[in-house]
């Protein structure tokens, strides 16, 4: 689904039309989604994907896979980075099982298949905490490690800001604070690493303080970072554990051996690496369980550690488990086994849903899956929990191929944006980039394909008709069905006729809300332009 999957809204979308953007007007530091400044990130992944499209792709293309691959790109040297340093600290076959875990789990399939920050942030901070993992068990013999870690830090804060300076500092307090000292730290060599950071992301922060007045900062600290804070932005909220609820699917299907890190990393908390590990996860896990908004990629950054320890746990000898703990495992087994039952059932069941057809293509993805997680829970309890992670990478391979890569791409009902804009293109077919007025439908993955100044999202049936009378040669008006009469009614006093050219029906999955859309096209007795 890494190309065939449409422009998804609304992050993805914002992002590479900003993208669009920045490439059409040569301006890398202001950030812009049409005329609105979009003063909520640095520009570190806008100019990534500018490069990618750049040199893969034509901006007109609006191909967004050109957008994608840094995200892509960045979630495979994550994995890398996990496999390789988890293999240097428990062995090269933890390494392999390391990599695969990370690599099969939701949460990054996810994030590698669309073109926003946080696959990007996700390779940096695996970079920074990983150099600081060197360091801190004693094994840097050099400064580059150290000249990694800053470098990191740097990159990090120009994808996401404070972000990646928060796992590492939380790492570094509580791991002071385990050790009661500072001695494993001095590695770090902060009075020319933090310069070194400083050289990478400050230039950028100066200008676009000096080109905003401070706006920028003023949004994005005051109005976004803080706000996200204190309450749920966007009516993304939920209550304390609700990370650690939704970790079953975000981290599926390895998430059931990650329950087996939990008694691993207790028992092996005197080893620096394990003691690293758990720094790394803990602190942040628990800042974002406490904050008002949350979203479920927030915790993806600790991915990395938690698969290393899971890797670490499966491949150690076989443990011996209290009561206790065998009771918590058996309800979180419950609760994975529905998870999973759901994660195999999307894509034939949406199929069925929204198209009324039984694909046996997807009933046999999805049989596949079952059987590959059958074999897992089979070598999870016959005490090779190692071979249970090979069998689980393969489930989610199947899982992958089968939602992404079939179910989600062919169910146009879903992706109202690409029919639109194909739509409006054959009602104007004398027109190459026709503009595009639309109202109440607004999403941003239709500005993409349409172009950011050749769509106008209009506010009211009144304004596309006033949009419409002063561009009628060139452009389509998309109404929804209430507002067909006073868009008709308004563009009747211009002097207008606007004639049906196309009907478009679907549900819109970002609001949920079922549309059915008119197209029209200009039809005038005189010259638009005059007054009435």
């Known amino acids: ?30 950030i812009r989604f049409q005329e609105v400044p979009r003063h909520l990130q640095p520009a570190g992944v806008y100019w990534l994907q500018a490069a990618s499209a750049a040199v893969f792709t034509e901006p007109e293309a609006r191909a967004i896979w050109a957008y994608r691959l840094p995200s ?43 073109a926003k920050t946080d696959a990007a942030l996700l390779a940096a901070t695996t970079a920074a905490q990983f150099a600081f993992l060197w360091i801190y068990t004693g094994r840097a013999r050099t400064r580059w490690p150290a000249v990694a870690f800053w470098a990191a830090l740097g990159v990090g804060a120009m994808l ?10 939380l790492t570094a307090v509580a791991l002071a604070a385990w050790d009661r000292g500072l001695g494993r730290l001095k590695g770090l060599q902060p009075l020319w ?31 976004n970072l803080l706000h996200k804070v204190g309450t749920d932005q966007q009516s993304h909220g939920g209550p304390i554990g609700y990370h650690l609820m ?28 394990v003691r690293f590990l758990v720094a790394w996860v803990v602190p942040t896990w628990l800042v ?40 918590a495992f058996a309800i979180f087994l419950l609760i994975w086994l529905a998870v999973s039952l759901i994660v195999l059932a999307l894509a034939p069941v949406g199929i069925w849903i929204y198209q009324a057809a039984l694909s046996p293509l997807a009933v046999g993805l999805a049989l596949l899956a079952l059987a590959a997680l059958g074999v897992m829970l089979w070598r999870l309890f016959a005490g ?80 596309a008709a006033s949009v419409l009378a ?53 039809a005038s007795g005189r010259d638009p332009t005059a007054r009435p």
């Open 384 to 463: 090779r929990a190692d071979q249970a992670a090979l069998a689980a990478a393969l489930a989610s391979l199947f899982v992958s191929a089968n939602t992404f890569g079939h179910a989600l791409p062919r169910l146009t009902e879903l992706w109202l944006s690409p029919q639109i804009v194909e739509a409006a293109r054959r009602a104007a077919p004398d027109c190459p980039r026709p503009t595009l007025i639309s109202t109440p439908y607004h999403e941003p993955s239709m500005v993409f394909l349409n172009g950011p100044y050749r769509t106008v999202l209009a506010d009211s049936p009144a304004e």
């Open 470 to 522: 002063g561009e009628p040669g060139c452009a389509v008006a998309v109404v929804g069905a209430a507002g067909q009469a006073d868009f008709l009614a308004a563009a009747a006093s211009l002097g207008l006729s606007p004639t049906p050219a196309g009907e478009i029906q679907g549900q819109n999955y970002s609001d949920g809300e079922d549309y059915q859309l008119r197209l029209y096209r200009a």
């Open 1 to 30: 689904g890494f190309a065939t999957l449409p422009p998804v809204d609304r992050d993805e979308a914002r992002y590479a039309t900003a993208t669009t953007q920045m490439l059409a007007t040569g301006d890398y530091v202001d």
């Open 193 to 223: 690493g933090l310069p070194l950071a400083l050289l990478i992301a400050a230039p950028w922060y100066v200008a676009i303080g000096v080109v905003t007045d401070g706006d920028f900062f003023r949004v994005a600290i005051g109005g």
């Open 72 to 114: 892509l790109t960045a979630a495979l040297a994550a994995v890398a980075m996990t496999g390789m340093l988890t293999a240097l600290y428990f062995g090269r076959w933890a390494g392999l099982l390391a990599g695969l875990v990370l690599a099969a789990c939701m949460g990054l399939g996810f994030e590698a298949r669309i």
């Open 160 to 169: 996401k800001g404070p972000i990646i300076l928060m796992v590492a500092g």
């Open 288 to 327: 974002f369980e406490l904050v008002s908004t949350k979203l479920p990629h927030y915790v993806v950054p600790l991915f990395p550690a938690i698969a290393a320890l899971t890797a670490a746990a499966v491949t150690a000898p076989a443990q011996t488990f209290g009561r206790w703990w065998k009771a």
């Open 246 to 273: 939704a970790f079953a699917l975000t981290f599926w299907p390895g998430a059931l051996l990650a329950a087996l890190a939990v008694p691993f990393a207790w028992r092996e908390r005197a080893r620096p690496e």
